[in-house]
């Protein structure tokens, strides 16, 4: 795992760096948007529900229709007004989809063992053309998605099978615990966008984040896990739609809250 870290920061770093507004600009945007979605998703949890199915909805248009912009377009409405609509199911679908995705990762990520695209010249030259940095990074992906696709195959039947039981069982806890289930995603995903856009960042500045948490990643991992609970908790507290719901206001002219007349004393 360490070492398929150091190759994607050996292929991806140089790309970074040769188009600075390719790296800069969506990275920034990640972390200003992982910020919001990390402390205050919950008080927008319709809205960004909204976002994640339309998001959601165009990979699969694009990658199981068609792939074309009609099709991506066309899931990507409709799976966003579904989203919208049935706000509690959708949510529910969240924390599933997170629950797997993150067992997959742990299932999967020790097997790759992806190689270096990048090929040594073999005069020694250390100058990268712009176009090659945009050929490696393609090349070293296409070859870790058909990896990936391998290692899903290895993998002992009885371990998906435990997270497909997991899996539905935090589908039936999104229904029933709808607000810690929305607060849980949400802080998840929020620091996911965080750590993706500066972990981009220190590679256009030249640094190796990736074989840092590599080296050490029980720390790394206490660290994601310490900023989503904290998340999680604070929007529980703090955001609309949380346990804490407003305290509602007397009305003028009457002691009672909805009734608006005033209590008859003897």
Known sequence: ??????????????AARDYPMYAIAPASAAVVAGLFVWLGGLGFKRVLMAIAGAAGGAAVGYFAIGRGLLP??????????IAALFER?????????TIAIIGATILVGPRIHAENAVDESEGG??????????????????DLGGEIRQVFSEVPRYQ?????????????????FRRLAAATCFSALGTLLIATGLIVLLLYTGATPLSRVGSRPLMYVGIFAGMATFGAVEQLLFCRGG????????????????????RRTK
Not at 3 to 12: D, G, I, P
Not at 89 to 97: G, H, K, Y
Request: glycine share 10%; no cysteine.
């Open 72 to 81: 991506a377009a066309v899931s990507a409405v409709v799976a966003a007004g």
């Open 89 to 97: 199911v959708f949510i529910a679908l969240l924390a599933a989809i």
């Open 125 to 142: 030259e250390e100058t990268v053309e712009s176009d090659e940095s945009i050929e490696q990074p393609t090349a070293y992906l296409s």
């Open 243 to 262: 346990l804490i719901k407003p305290v509602k206001k007397a009305e003028p002219g009457g002691d009672d809250v909805g009734g608006g007349k005033k």
């Open 160 to 176: 998906w099978v435990i997270i497909g039981l997991i899996t539905v069982i935090v589908l039936v806890a999104g229904f029933v």
């Open 1 to 14: 795992m360490l070492e398929t870290m150091q190759n994607f920061e050996s292929v991806m770093g140089p």
